[in-house]
């Protein structure tokens, strides 16, 4: 009964990998395209803020209309199709 155990947990995480379960893999916005849409926002010099497995447009409060460029990043991104956590 053991080895029948070990067979189908191995077959059920073997096959995990062959199916799309996350719909948006490949749509979440890389820090070089985070960092294309911040100067383009205006903000030569930004870091992208890394967050859990994916990364985030989060603008310093020291910098000038932090809210209203935090905005444009995020939404030049959404207008190319790209997924960026908030």
């Excluded at 096959?15 to 849409?37: M, N």
């Amino acid at each position: 009964m053991h080895h029948r155990f070990l067979l189908l947990l191995t077959a059920t995480i073997s096959l995990a990998g062959c199916f799309p379960w996350d719909e948006d893999a490949g749509r979440w916005s890389t820090p070089d395209e985070i960092k294309a849409a911040a100067a383009r926002c205006g903000i030569s010099d930004f870091r992208p803020t890394k967050a859990g497995a994916a990364w985030a447009a989060y603008v310093e409060d020291s910098v000038p209309d932090r809210a209203a460029k935090e905005d444009c990043i995020y939404a030049d991104l959404e207008s190319k199709g790209r997924l960026t956590t908030r």
